[in-house]
């Protein structure tokens, strides 16, 4: 699970990366679960709530072979400290497990997202 202290610490890493953190970025979040239907219907839901589904990608192991998940990624641009980026992350394992989706797997803000 995502703490506070790594959302502060991905937010020092940002920030001593050159990445200015205290304007909207574009922010990467994704779950994971073995039914591509499901995820079509978690990424509808995520749509009504104001998120941009973006892409429901096969996961693969560290060899690079399908692990038999599929990853959906949805988008937000927003400003976020480390404490909201926090709370966004606690809402969406909230949400997982109300809705038996399964996992929220992660966020991410890379430096090329953040600059486009």
């Not at 073995?34 to 060899?63: F, W």
Request: aromatic letters at 12%.
């Amino acid at each position: 699970m995502i703490t506070l202290e790594d959302c502060v610490e991905t937010f020092r890493d940002m920030d001593r990366d050159g990445i200015d953190v205290h304007r909207p970025l574009l922010w990467v979040y994704t779950f994971l679960n073995k039914d591509v239907d499901r995820l079509e219907e978690v990424a509808h839901e995520l749509e009504q709530m104001g998120y941009t589904p973006d892409t429901i990608t096969e996961a693969l192991d560290d060899q690079g072979e399908p692990t038999g998940h599929y990853l959906l990624s949805i988008t937000e641009f927003a400003e976020h400290t480390a404490q909201s980026l926090h709370e966004r992350n606690q809402l969406f394992y909230a949400y997982a497990t109300q809705t038996g989706l399964g996992m929220y797997y992660g966020f991410d803000c890379t430096p090329d997202v953040a600059d486009f």
